[in-house]
């Protein structure tokens, strides 16, 4: 499967952005799919994962409360929500696929990985 994340941009503090993760290939819905993100000079880090049938995410410490993933197999997409951005959201933010995986799998399972978008947080 191919994976092509959008949607990032330049907000300031207290926005919201929507991340998309439009996926091709194999059916969307065999694949556990997460966010991850990576800070310049940081190393990646979870963010959110939704399972097969949406029933099970979670988030990072982070995030709780302030950002959603969804998914949307009839759009072959996934969504995240990013309300009440911080400075330290700041980061290339990944989409990523784990054929028939576990919400509690590393990074390093995932089988595909998107490309990237860049969110910028400024105070």
């Known amino acids: 499967v191919q994976l092509q994340a959008f949607g990032g941009g330049s907000v300031q503090a207290g926005g919201f952005l929507r991340l998309s993760c439009a996926a091709s290939?194999?059916?969307?819905?065999?694949?556990?799919v997460g966010w991850f993100r990576q800070a310049p000079g940081q190393e990646r880090e979870f963010v959110a994962v939704?399972?097969?049938?949406?029933?099970?995410?979670e988030y990072a410490d982070s995030v709780k409360g302030r950002f959603t993933i969804s998914r949307d197999d009839a759009k072959n997409t996934m969504y995240l929500q990013m309300n009440s951005l911080k400075p330290e959201d700041t980061a290339t933010y990944y989409c990523?696929?784990?054929?028939?995986?576990?919400?509690?799998?590393?990074?390093?399972?995932?089988?595909?990985w998107g490309q990237g978008t860049l969110v910028t947080v400024s105070s």
């Open positions: 990523a696929a784990d054929y028939y995986g576990s919400v509690y799998a590393p990074a390093n399972d995932y089988d595909y």
């Open positions: 939704i399972s097969l049938s949406g029933a099970r995410v």
């Open positions: 290939g194999r059916s969307f819905s065999t694949y556990v």
